[in-house]
């Protein structure tokens, strides 16, 4: 369970990683200091998350008042998107109730989280309406009060939903167009077992390219390398009819990573496994009616790895995740798609 105070809103795992760093590291040159420095340990990281929680405010541009407007809040970090209750498509609202210009294009955030991005995009991008999709009934809640404390509550709405199942209901009688989709940081899962839960899926991203006009686009990011490429995987070999890496955006500053999967692909598995077995179950299916024809054929690999990874991120706003990863230096792994 987290606390989510007024006094640092952001996740304190999050924090943990960048507060602890130091002091591990000072810890191992001085061993016999260690147990004051841990012990000091709750008051530098209280330092740490105020300076940080700055910065973020500073970067994203939304006040720490609307996070005192709404008082704190426990949070549940992992949910089930497998759970029965999320198995149900989310009803659309009433679109000329919930914003005050309903034709206007569509933003959609899928696991949108505490919402201060989308909070942050709207002032960045006017002319557009967003929506957040989120498993977590809670902070749903508490993001549609931080709208309404900044008056963004007819251009931003929270939604519960599982983006997976829900999508096309919930999106196909929007009056206007879906312009953007995003998936930023998701929950990597990495254990074999807990692989289905992952936010792309294959009816996602079908449900996208039925949903998206040409021209829309669906940016990808992570600060987890399988994760990145499970994401590029699974929109390149379930949605590559309608999307292609964004050329206009790959063709400048890009960096290239592979994770060891990627790497031994050729051994039949791709980034995030999943997807590596279904691509590997359908060459197989093929290999079955071409084996008296020729040499066995290679496995699949992913063609948009060579576009790269974004270095900066095109929207120009971040998310509070985002920041702290790259105030550590640690890298970024984004994609920008385009609807072809």
């Not at 507060?19 to 841990?38: I, N």
């Not at 977590?136 to 509550?153: C, F, H, Q």
């Not at 490429?229 to 063709?251: I, K, N």
């Not at 120009?316 to 970024?332: D, I, K, M, S, Y």
Request: aromatic share 6%; charged share 20%; glycine share 8%.
């Amino acid at each position: 369970m987290l606390a989510a105070s007024a006094r640092c809103a952001l996740p304190c795992h999050v924090l943990r990683r960048h507060c602890r760093q130091p002091l591990m590291a000072a810890a191992a040159e001085a061993p016999g200091a260690g147990a004051a420095l841990m012990h000091s340990e709750v008051a530098v990281r209280v330092k740490d998350q105020d300076r940080l929680q700055l910065d973020v405010e500073a970067k994203i541009g939304i006040p720490r008042s609307i996070y005192e407007s709404a008082g704190g809040l426990r949070v549940r970090q992992h949910v089930n998107p497998l759970k029965k209750e999320l198995q149900v498509p989310t009803e659309p609202p009433a679109w000329s109730e919930a914003f005050a210009h309903p034709a206007q294009p569509l933003v959609l955030d899928i696991g949108c989280g505490y919402g201060r991005f989308l909070l942050a995009l709207s002032k960045a991008m006017p002319g557009h309406n967003m929506l957040g999709l989120e498993i977590r009934a809670p902070i749903i809640d508490r993001a549609n009060l931080w709208a309404a404390s900044l008056e963004l509550n007819r251009a931003v709405l929270f939604l519960r939903g599982n983006a997976t199942i829900t999508l096309d209901h919930t999106l196909s009688s929007y009056p206007g167009s879906l312009d953007l989709a995003c998936v930023q940081f998701p929950d990597p899962h990495f254990k074999t077992r807990h692989k289905k839960r992952r936010t792309v899926q294959k009816q996602m991203v079908e449900a996208l390219g039925r949903l998206m006009a040409p021209g829309a686009r669906v940016f990808l990011q992570s600060d987890v390398l399988e994760a990145a490429e499970h994401m590029r995987d699974s929109f390149e070999l379930h949605g590559s009819t309608w999307f292609a890496p964004c050329q206009q955006l790959h063709s400048g500053a890009t960096f290239l990573a592979a994770s060891e999967q990627q790497q031994g692909q050729g051994q039949g598995r791709a980034a995030g496994g999943v997807v590596g077995e279904q691509a590997t179950q359908q060459q197989q299916q093929q290999q079955q009616g071409t084996d008296q024809q020729g040499p066995e054929q290679p496995q699949w690999r992913s063609q948009w790895a060579a576009s790269g990874w974004l270095a900066d991120n095109p929207l120009g706003v971040p998310t509070e995740r985002e920041v702290l990863t790259v105030e550590q230096g640690l890298p970024v792994y984004r994609m920008m798609l385009r609807r072809i």
